[in-house]
């Protein structure tokens, strides 16, 4: 009907503009993985990613970690004898259905290493095809149970992403000891499992060690933009003793922004004496220029002044040089231990032959900025130390956030500590 | 009691930036019959202007806080004209579903051209001093910046409604709304006032964009994150309908809250579950007729 009564002009301008915004939006952010550099061949790794959607601004993060790393180990002779990294930055599909044919498209491209998307169900998709082609799928963020449990997605996945069970109990554990009277836990999350993991994990070692229970928990779908109902909930439900109240926030991004941004205005913050979070708050707390409430955060990183070693300070430096002035954050670390740890196993590998990559990522063992960075056999898990922090607002540093209090557990304490909670879901 | 003061008071703080984006989609509905997805990309821009153009993250006097709200609404309806004279216009007497399209696709424009200038990463911008904070009203703990917003949909609300029935613009737009033909035979002017629609409608996308700018944070998902809810709006208020587009950003806020506080699992879902409600049991909405716009 419309096309019998519509004339050809008009759909081209209809045409015009829906290609205009197709092309708009897969344009930002993208770059190039091939070329070659100096005298030795181009390997390129590729990261399959969100580049528009929620998870872009902080999977943009990552990427630009991953560069540093790439230009660090370039800048010193590249990999194997003399060949260079190189990075495609590959935009994820809408449909985690289309990972599969995204992967075989990359292999076809000849590439060989990939962080095969940067959530579980992208992951979950992916990895089986990447298996397939013999595509080494080591990602960069994925983690939890459907990727690291014993009936994972593919036996040669691997994942330099941060254990759900390892931050919840180590951000538990702070907890207990901060703010031993809290007897009633609430949580504002995601609802993508490993955020409601980090929860699960927080609230069952509350609950065996200090029989704390759980007030109320909300659960929003990630592209939830307006917290406003749920802070309004909150202040229904929680009592007027602060001591005995925690809360636990597993947003990430803009999400977090939004609900600390609502909740503050509300006054609800004041009403608890333990405000932890588990996944990139440094990103958040900076767009909040020096006013970012006080929280606790375990991650892998948390704030770039940590860690006063030389490798962080060039981390750092070259960070900002990338990136715009920015510092760099959670994932931008996560970024640089994922390129580091491929260029150690190419090396370890002597090449890029499928079976010895698999093999050689197996027995990873490097020195990051953190400490001790190390692989898990059994989950195939990267146990990377995490970093718990006390976080907020300070008008004198120069992001604008300021970190205390902070304590490294390396990875595989944090690794068997996350064993310890009891519980079914436990890994 | 506490716990329905709660329920209403935090519906309201939700209702108001739905009721500005709603407002001008249904006004531009009601006289065009565009349904206009890209008006969510208005939206986004007029966060995005005051955050990043005018005001720079910084908390401002409430002086210029106003003067940038003013002026990012307004560049965000010369956008909107734009639109309208170069997209919509055109495309206006062709079946609703291509106007629908286009806008789809100038949405998705929209949402890739914004990180050009802004980048990936999301913004966030300092409410005034004086606004900053919260106060108790009948015992329930608000934000200062809420109430403000509460107020000027208040404000908005009225004067809306007097634009429509007290204004020459408002009259012809009234008239195109119920029979365009009738209305052109009688020598109202359907370009011109075409135009004052998709301008006000737009200006009131960029109201919104800029005055949600100091609660959450301006990033290109407020785009697509908040049309869909003000969709359900206008839906539940019934197409075309400002007061229809009040009210039901007024049920819509409220049932939220209310599901939140005793139903939590089921928050995240209110929207769907009201709209579907509302379109099984009053298919028109609140104050929806199946004008000449709506068969169009």
Known sequence: VILRRFSIGKLLVVTAVALLGVAACGSSGQSSGGGSAGGGKTITLAMITDLTGVTAPVNQTAIDGAKVAIAQINAAGGVLHGDKLALKVVPDPTDPAQMSSVVRQVSQEGIKIISGGDQTAYCVAGAPTAQQVQVLDVSESCAGAPLTGPKRASPDFYTVGVSSYMVGDALAQTMLTKAPAVTKLYVVGYAVPPLEEVFQTVAARAKSAHNVTVGAQYFVPYTQDDFSSIVASLESKVGSDPTTQALILTTFGDGSLTFLKEATAAGLLQKFSFIGTSYD??????????????????????????????????????????????????????????????????????????????????????????????????????????????????????SGVQASDAEVIPGPQAFAGSFSCGQAFCP | VHAALVVVIGGLSEAVPLFLIASGLTLIYGVMGILNFAHGGLFMFGAYLLTSVFLRGNPPSLIVFAGAVILSAIIVAFMGLAAGWGLFRPLQREEPQVSLLASYGLLLFLVGLAPVFWGNQFLSQAPPAVLAGHSRVLGVSVGRYNLMEIGLGIVVAIGLTLLLKKTPIGVRATALAEDREMARALGVSARRVDFAVFAIGSLLAGLAGALIAPTVAVSTNLAQAFIIQAFAVVLVGGLGSVGGALLGAIILGVVDTALGTYVPWLEAYSFYLSLGLFVALRPQGLFGRFSEATSR
């Open chain 1, 281 to 398: 708050y440094y990103t958040a707390a900076v767009s909040l220029k020096g006013t970012a409430p006080v929280l606790y955060d375990s991650y892998q990183y948390d704030d770039w002044q940590l860690f006063k070693n030389q490798q962080n300070q060039k981390f750092v430096a070259q960070y900002r040089a990338i990136a715009g002035g920015q510092y760099p954050s959670d994932r931008s670390y996560g970024g640089y231990n994922w390129a580091t740890a491929m260029a150690k196993a190419i090396d370890s590998a002597g090449g890029l032959d499928y079976t010895k990559l698999v093999d050689a990522v197996a027995k990873l063992h490097f020195t990051s900025i953190t400490g001790q960075v190390s692989v898990d056999a059994a989950s195939h898990q990267f146990l990377v130390p995490i970093v718990v922090a006390k976080m907020g607002g300070s008008a004198s540093a120069p």
